[in-house]
């Protein structure tokens, strides 16, 4: 099993609609959330990042992380097309020297004109 | 401010050849990562700097993977010899420290044929 679940997609929406994207994951030690936007042959653009649980909000994107549940979402407001792409959760730990991130498998999502 | 600057963008090589790529971080970021991304899966470490030191290359197939950081700014990751199961996209992403987010350059997307 896979230290971080994220459901494949793709997520097909219209223009203007509420995107809810998700992860769960296994390893109570991770600590350092992110989301991460990647747009096909592109390197992944860091949209979000916070620090263990609750909410954090900019501009149309929101980030929620619930520890207790091990559960982590993005929440995209009024939706647009350019926000077609692949969403990446990633999440990082912080009670060994480790620094890598262990990503999600990503979210394809389409948002329909 | 310029992003994580790699090339090339993409390689095409014959099984049993030599492949390098090459990584300049965000000026001033200290650390620096090697990813290697599959089809359909998140990106997986291979290799992080901090400054010249290899820190973290546990993930690293150190019997034909290489990397150098020589002064602790850019950095080259080879192959030798390639095999077929090496064809990914090669990310190199740079911090401001360990502890801070982690931004990706556009990647090299290798074929190994």
């Known amino acids: 099993q896979k230290e971080v679940e994220q459901d494949p997609g793709p997520l097909s929406v219209p223009e203007g609609a509420i995107v809810s994207l998700n992860c769960t994951y296994s390893n109570s030690a991770f600590q350092y959330f992110m989301w991460y936007r990647q747009y096909s042959r592109k390197g992944p653009e860091l949209l979000m990042y916070t620090y263990s649980s609750g909410n954090k909000e900019d501009g149309r994107f929101t980030a929620q992380v619930d520890k207790s549940s091990k559960y982590i979402s993005l929440f995209i407001r009024d939706s647009q097309p350019s926000d077609s792409a692949t969403y990446l959760c990633?999440?990082?730990?912080?009670?060994?020297?480790?620094?890598?991130?262990?990503f999600g498998s990503g979210t394809r999502l389409q948002v329909q004109p | 401010e310029a992003g994580v600057v790699q090339s090339p963008r993409y390689k095409i090589i014959e099984k049993k050849q030599p492949v390098a790529f090459w990584c300049n971080p965000i000026s001033g970021h200290n650390t620096l990562y090697w990813y290697r991304q599959n089809l359909g899966q998140g990106p997986e470490l291979l290799i992080r700097y901090e400054n010249e030191e290899a820190v973290d290359d546990s993930q690293l197939p150190k019997d034909r993977f290489s990397a150098e950081r020589l002064k602790g700014v850019d950095s080259t990751l080879k192959i030798q010899p390639a095999e077929l199961g090496d064809s990914a996209v090669y990310l190199c992403?740079?911090?401001?420290?360990?502890?801070?987010?982690?931004?990706f350059g556009p990647g090299t997307r290798l074929l190994v044929l």
């Open positions: 992403a740079s911090s401001l420290g360990q502890g801070n987010a982690q931004y």
């Open positions: 990633a999440m990082r730990r912080e009670d060994t020297g480790r620094r890598a991130l262990t």
